[in-house]
């Protein structure tokens, strides 16, 4: 069980607009920048978002972060098919003295 | 360019040990915080364990706790994750990271090594 909660899977068409969300607590995400990682099978992760709302040199403006109380969220528009992937959230916690992952959003392209 | 290289990884059986290196190229690793983060096959990411830029704190899951050790030689550009009691639930891809400039609570991991694989089993 993920301390950071991901909904496992999420989907939409090419060209559309999917929001992923990342529900924590005030002992991460409440207080703390989120940063979001895609892992396309077989590879490493990279970085995609950090500090909550920005973008690492070369991602491209189609993904944007946000937060909002105890929860984050990355949209991702203008969907196509090399989006396919998985999604991962993180924060430190305080609470723990520990970084925390979501368990990770599956994210198909129909 | 800035580039991280695993090695060390194995097939070990339980209750043995085995020794992570994470080699550090293109920037200066004295600088930053380094974490550790696992991948159990078919499973999520498991963040393992950081170090600060100078060793001076460390923070582990408790999954690992007292079991492993992180540890750093700047002198070498090379980061360390000692892993003791191994179990079968540590059969993992390990990857090495870098964190923040300085704080080990602090920041995103950037850029990721390729991993290495650990099979803990009989």
């Known amino acids: 069980q993920s301390v950071l909660t991901q909904s496992p899977s999420a989907s939409g068409t090419p060209g559309q607009r999917v929001t992923i969300s990342c529900s924590g607590s005030?002992?991460?995400?409440?207080?703390?920048?989120v940063n979001w990682y895609r892992q396309l099978p077989g590879t490493a992760p990279k970085l995609l978002v950090y500090?909550?709302?920005e973008r690492p040199s070369g991602v491209p403006d189609r993904f944007s972060g946000s937060k909002s109380d105890t929860s984050a969220f990355l949209a991702i528009s203008g969907l196509q098919s090399e989006d396919e992937a998985d999604y991962y959230c993180?924060?430190?916690?305080?609470?723990?003295?520990?970084?925390?992952f979501g368990g990770g959003t599956k994210l198909t392209v129909l | 360019q800035v580039q991280l290289v695993e090695s060390g990884g194995g097939v070990v059986q339980p209750g043995r040990s085995l020794r992570l290196s994470c080699a550090a190229s293109g920037f200066t690793p004295s600088s930053y915080a380094m974490h550790w983060v696992r991948q159990a096959p078919g499973k999520g990411l498991e963040w393992v364990a950081v170090i600060s830029y100078d060793g001076g704190d460390k923070y582990y899951s408790d999954s690992v706790m007292d079991r492993f050790t992180i540890s750093r030689d700047n002198s070498k550009n090379t980061l360390y994750l000692q892993l003791n009691s191994l179990r079968v639930e540590d059969t993992a891809v390990y990857f090495c990271a870098r964190g923040s400039y300085g704080s080990a609570k602090m920041g995103w991991f950037d850029p990721w090594g390729q991993g290495t694989l650990v099979t803990v089993s009989s």
């Open positions: 500090s909550n709302d």
């Open positions: 005030t002992s991460n995400i409440g207080s703390k920048p």
């Open positions: 993180a924060a430190w916690d305080d609470s723990l003295s520990a970084w925390v």
